[in-house]
C-alpha cells in the first residue's frame, strides 16, 4: 500500500512540475502588452559575471505598452542596450541616456496566429509529460501486482491516477485559453 501512495505521489509532483514549467515557457511569450517577464532570459555581464537583466536594472511597465528599464550604474547602459538587440526578444531599445525604453508594437494577425500556435506547441509538450508521467505511475503499479498487491487495489490506483491525469490536463487546457485570449486581445 505504501508503495502505491509514493507512486502517486511521485507522477503528482512529476504532473505538477510539467504545469510550472508551462507557466513559465508562456510567460515568456509576449502577447502585444509590456510584460516585465519577456525579459528574463536576457543575461549580460556585469563585473566579470553573466548576471540576468534583472539583476543589474530596475524593470517597471508603466503603462500596457511600455517597459522601463532603470539600470543602477549609468555605465550599464550601452551593455543593456546591447543586450536586449542581441537578445530574442525583438523589439529595438530606445536609449535616453537616463534609462532605456522598450515600447512593444502592437502585433499583427499574422504575429498573433504564430504565438497562439507556439503556446499550443507548448501546451501540447506539457501534455505529453504529463501522460508520460500517467504512464510510468501505471506501469510502476503493474510491477506491484507482481509483487503481491492485490489486482482489485492496483485497479483503484490506475483509476486515481487517470483522475489525476485529467486534473492536471484540465489546468493545462485553462492555462492555453488564457493564454490564446490574452494573445488574441488587441
Not at 512529476?14 to 536576457?42: C, T, W, Y
Not at 530606445?94 to 496566429?113: Q, V, Y
Not at 500556435?117 to 501546451?123: F, G
Request: proline content about 4%; overall charge negative.
Amino acid at each position: 500500500m505504501a508503495d502505491l501512495k509514493e507512486i502517486e505521489k511521485l507522477a503528482e509532483s512529476k504532473m505538477q512540475s510539467s504545469v510550472e514549467f508551462l507557466e513559465e515557457s508562456l510567460a515568456h511569450i509576449r502577447a502585444g502588452k509590456a510584460n516585465p517577464r519577456i525579459l528574463d532570459g536576457i543575461k549580460l555581464e556585469y563585473y566579470g559575471s553573466i548576471t540576468p537583466l534583472s539583476g543589474v536594472a530596475s524593470i517597471t511597465t508603466p503603462d500596457a505598452k511600455t517597459i522601463i528599464i532603470q539600470p543602477w550604474e549609468k555605465q550599464m547602459l550601452k551593455e543593456i542596450e546591447k543586450a536586449i538587440l542581441n537578445s530574442d526578444v525583438g523589439i529595438t531599445p530606445d536609449n535616453n541616456g537616463e534609462m532605456i525604453r522598450l515600447s512593444i508594437p502592437p502585433l499583427t494577425e499574422e504575429r498573433r496566429k504564430a504565438l497562439v500556435k507556439q503556446s499550443k506547441q507548448e501546451v501540447e509538450d506539457a501534455k505529453i509529460s504529463i501522460r508520460n508521467a500517467r504512464r510510468d505511475a501505471i506501469d510502476a503499479i503493474k510491477k506491484t501486482v507482481k509483487d503481491g498487491t492485490p489486482e482489485d487495489v492496483a485497479k483503484d490506483a490506475e483509476g486515481s491516477m487517470q483522475k489525476l491525469h485529467d486534473k492536471y490536463i484540465k489546468k493545462v487546457d485553462e492555462l492555453f485559453a488564457q493564454k490564446e485570449k490574452e494573445i488574441l486581445t488587441v
